[in-house]
Structure formats: structure tokens, C-alpha cells
């Protein structure tokens, strides 16, 4: 009975996520719309998109960043986090399955005046895979952001996913 009046609830909010962006047909991997970013040096971000690279072109594991100011701004009155990472994980189609039939995607949604933020996976990871996240969220991105060093929290957090999309779904954690 609670799962069911949870996804009415979902449903009648309305959740509102926002289509893919794309530049010339292709999806960008890195949308911080709350600018959690910009305040590191260029050389410190670029380590975010070489770490996505990897992962993407080694791996098959893209690995989307959003960052949002609050979830309600798009509909959603909950307090927790996951069924929105969930929604805007499968809204976006994130991963490769309609390519290659697997589906490696890595979602890393922060949301600023929630203080909240989820790193969503794709089926293919398994459950195995959460308290590995967990560990990443836990030791390395929320020490930075307890100390309002989003940036550093964020480049370190892509850099273990990538380093985790290395291992791959089957690999041993």
C-alpha cells in the first residue's frame, strides 16, 4: 500500500524534468545548472570531463552530472532523493542500452538547497554496486560539500566513478 500511494504521489506532482540538452544532436555530459563548478580553475574541471571520457569511451559507462538549484523547481515535494534520480535517470535514457543493449549509465544529481545528492545506476551495475557508491558518497564527496567545497567534492566523485566504470559491472569491487 505505501509503495502504490508513493508512485501516485510521484505521479501527481507532475515531476517536470526537463528535456536532454543536446549540442548538434549529441548529449553533454555535465549540467550544472547551480554553477557548483565554475568556482574551480579550468585545469581542475577539465579532470571531470577527462574522467567521463574514460568511462565513456573505454568503458561504455557515461556518467551524467546535474547539478540543480531544488527539486521542487521541477515538481517534486518529497524529501528523498532517489525516486527523483530514478525518474531523471530513466527520463534522460541514461546509459547505452539502446546502442549496445547494456545499460552502464552512472547519473550524479546534486540538488544545493536540499542538501541532498544521489548517484543513480544503471541496471546493469546491480544492487552489489550501491554500498560501493555509498562508500564513494560517504568518504569522498560529502567532506568537501560539508565544507561548502562542492567543486572538489564533485571532481573527486566523477573521478571514482570513472575509476569504478573501469572495474565494469562484473568486476570486483
Known sequence: LIVLLT?????????????????????????????LLMPAPLEMRRRVFRAQKVAFEDHRTP???????????????????????????????????????????ILFLISVQDRKARIELGKDWGRRWDGHCQRIMNRVILPHFRNDNYSIGIIEGIEELSAMAQLEPDGTI
Open 63 to 105: 556518467i551524467i552530472l546535474v547539478t540543480i538549484h531544488h527539486m521542487a523547481a521541477f515538481g517534486y515535494e518529497e524529501e528523498e532523493i532517489q525516486p527523483f534520480a530514478e525518474q531523471w535517470f530513466n527520463e534522460w535514457d541514461i546509459g547505452t542500452e539502446k546502442t549496445t543493449g547494456e545499460n552502464r549509465g
Open 7 to 35: 508512485a501516485v504521489s510521484l505521479h501527481a506532482q507532475q515531476v517536470m524534468i526537463p528535456p536532454i540538452p543536446e549540442l548538434n544532436g549529441v548529449g553533454k555530459f555535465v549540467h550544472d545548472k547551480s554553477g
